[in-house]
């Protein structure tokens, strides 16, 4: 986990990080939560600054109306935990909590490249595709706060099995683990690459960096993986525009770093399917604040949160 | 084009409706919307009651800010046409103009099916397959005006060609006119078939009413298409529903009328696809407005534009 003070222009001070050690139990995490950051608070007023509010970007579904953790994929220990009740009876702010890929949207519309974009949709590419939904300036939480979940959205009717069960969901195709497992399946079954070198010789240690680097090398196992991955991106993309007519589409995540390679496959995959008038209206950007994303993000949710004080929407 | 009085409780009387002569050039058809209209607001006052506003459902692409009709694609000669302003010109009353899939849903918002509804996605699975998003109790235009393009959602990347020259998108799968095109295309190539004795011999009679009533009696042709069909509206429904999180999804148009043939096997493929919590929350309803949606959704137009002036989102 990681903690760092924002101020009102989104520039992060303080920072701090540590394991999050789930395996512990949710009472273990929360205490080091609050203590983490308490200790930020303290670096803050120590030098005569003062704090507003305190936000969480936490992965999972979330109850943005309560502040409570539904479930968490990673946290089976989770199950409806109150975190803002708890943490506002340790803390003399006001806190807020959201998801972390609408921390990551939060962050984005606040300081970084959709700052002054009204609608947006938002994907990280990661251990899965998230996404966020940002319309009329806010973000579009669904019925249940679920909503934006367009690593989910069926490219490939009978494609590859999803974690979720699903068949042909963009998750399949565009996360970096996707990546890493339909390279490694194929190495498995005989395909020869320099990949399996550049992870010294251990399949286990393939990344979604390594077969970008294979890719640039002109591997052909990595450029017909990453040539596959950015066209369902693609696709995901045209139908997002096609939908939303949002005014950008922001793309984050460890595979975004590999933008170089899958954002031309992508932007024509979009020209072919997305309408021609749609298509020139929304940019197309990479997440523009790295590591401080996360950081930056969770103070966008009490930034925006304060703001709109009828957030429902 | 049809014309009607509707009433605050979205009652409709003094209903007219004639041929529209599209080929004769927009001003004729201007000047019969004029007439049309002033015919039935002399109707209105000769009972005693009194008209607030004029509402228009247009096909094509509106510029909602200026009330413009910027194209139409069965109209090809209106390019520009500031209806609202020609309108208001003509008439002492304020004028409101959106698109026929925004005042369907404006209809079923109203006082339809989607009544206490605050996020809805509205279908018409017709010539084509419209579409139109309700979030927040608003309906989303999108950043030019286009959001909502359901039907030009890739549902198979290499599927049917589409008549926007995509491949694969719903509306070459889920549409009326895709259904006849397919079983007619089919019967060209010698699959027997009961739907051509329906037709009378004559493939250019085949409707996807007569499609829908071969599927009941068991012709395995039209039972094959119409079972593509509900399965390719359910991927497209999963995608809204991962996607937005809406309480409701209404279906409308031509092809809603087989909704008992349609509607077990795409609610199955929804199942399959959407998060459960997602897809419980979703309730799939048929339209409920009939014969009537135009004129109401037209009149749910100037309603809702006049409840709420800051009307861009």
Same mark, same amino acid.
């Given at each position: 986990?990681?903690?760092?003070?924002?101020?009102?222009?989104?520039?992060?001070?303080?920072?701090?990080?540590?394991?999050?050690?789930?395996?512990?139990?949710?009472?273990?995490?929360?205490?080091?939560?609050?203590?983490?950051?308490?200790?930020?608070? =303290?670096?803050?007023?120590?030098?005569?600054? $003062?704090?507003?509010?305190?936000?969480?970007?936490?992965?999972?579904? %979330?109850?943005?109306?309560?502040?409570?953790?539904?479930?968490?994929? @990673?946290?089976?220990? $989770?199950?409806?935990?109150?975190?803002?009740?708890?943490?506002?009876?340790?803390?003399?702010?006001?806190?807020?909590?959201?998801?972390?890929?609408?921390?990551? +949207?939060?962050?984005?519309?606040?300081?970084?490249?959709?700052?002054?974009?009204? !609608?947006?949709?938002?994907?990280?590419?990661?251990?899965?595709?998230?996404?966020? %939904?940002?319309?009329?300036?806010?973000?579009?939480?669904? +019925?249940?706060? /679920?909503?934006?979940?367009?690593?989910?959205?069926?490219?490939?009717?009978?494609?590859?099995?999803?974690?979720?069960?699903?068949?042909?969901?963009?998750?399949?195709?565009?996360?970096?683990? !996707?990546?890493v497992r339909r390279v490694t399946a194929a %190495?498995?079954?005989?395909?020869?690459?320099?990949?399996?070198?550049?992870?010294?010789?251990?399949?286990?240690?393939?990344?979604?960096?390594?077969?970008?680097?294979?890719?640039?090398?002109?591997?052909?196992? +990595? /450029?017909?993986? /990453?040539?596959?991955?950015?066209?369902?991106?693609?696709?995901?993309? #045209?139908?997002?525009?096609?939908?939303? @007519?949002?005014?950008?589409?922001?793309?984050?995540?460890?595979?975004?770093? #590999?933008?170089?390679?899958?954002?031309?496959?992508?932007?024509?995959?979009?020209?072919?399917? +997305? &309408?021609?008038?749609?298509?020139?209206?929304?940019?197309?950007?990479?997440? !523009?604040?790295?590591? =401080?994303?996360?950081?930056?993000?969770?103070?966008?949710?009490?930034? &925006? !949160?304060?703001?709109?004080?009828?957030? #429902?929407?």
């Amino acid at each position: 986990m990681r903690a760092g003070a924002v101020n009102s222009s989104g520039q992060v001070s303080h920072r701090l990080s540590l394991p999050t050690r789930a395996n512990r139990g949710p009472e273990e995490v929360i205490e080091r939560i609050v203590s983490t950051v308490l200790k930020v608070i =303290d670096q803050v007023k120590s030098q005569g600054d $003062w704090v507003e509010a305190v936000g969480i970007g936490s992965p999972g579904i %979330i109850d943005i109306r309560t502040g409570t953790v539904v479930t968490s994929p @990673n946290f089976p220990e $989770w199950r409806r935990i109150p975190l803002k009740q708890i943490m506002e009876k340790r803390l003399p702010y006001p806190v807020f909590l959201d998801n972390d890929a609408n921390a990551f +949207a939060y962050g984005e519309k606040w300081v970084g490249v959709g700052k002054n974009v009204q !609608s947006m949709v938002c994907l990280t590419l990661g251990t899965g595709v998230g996404g966020a %939904i940002i319309l009329g300036g806010r973000l579009w939480h669904g +019925a249940d706060g /679920m909503a934006g979940e367009v690593g989910h959205m069926t490219v490939k009717p009978n494609g590859l099995k999803c974690n979720c069960g699903n068949y042909g969901c963009l998750e399949s195709y565009a996360s970096a683990s !996707s990546v890493v497992r339909r390279v490694t399946a194929a %190495i498995r079954t005989g395909t020869p690459s320099i990949i399996l070198n550049l992870a010294d010789g251990d399949l286990e240690k393939i990344t979604s960096t390594l077969v970008y680097q294979a890719a640039l090398k002109g591997d052909p196992l +990595a /450029m017909q993986v /990453m040539k596959e991955t950015a066209t369902f991106l693609g696709i995901g993309i #045209a139908n997002l525009i096609n939908l939303l @007519n949002p005014e950008m589409i922001v793309v984050g995540g460890g595979l975004a770093n #590999a933008w170089d390679l899958i954002y031309p496959i992508a932007e024509d995959e979009i020209c072919r399917r +997305a &309408f021609l008038t749609l298509a020139k209206t929304a940019k197309i950007c990479k997440a !523009s604040l790295g590591d =401080d994303a996360g950081i930056i993000g969770a103070a966008g949710i009490a930034c &925006f !949160s304060m703001q709109d004080v009828s957030c #429902a929407f």
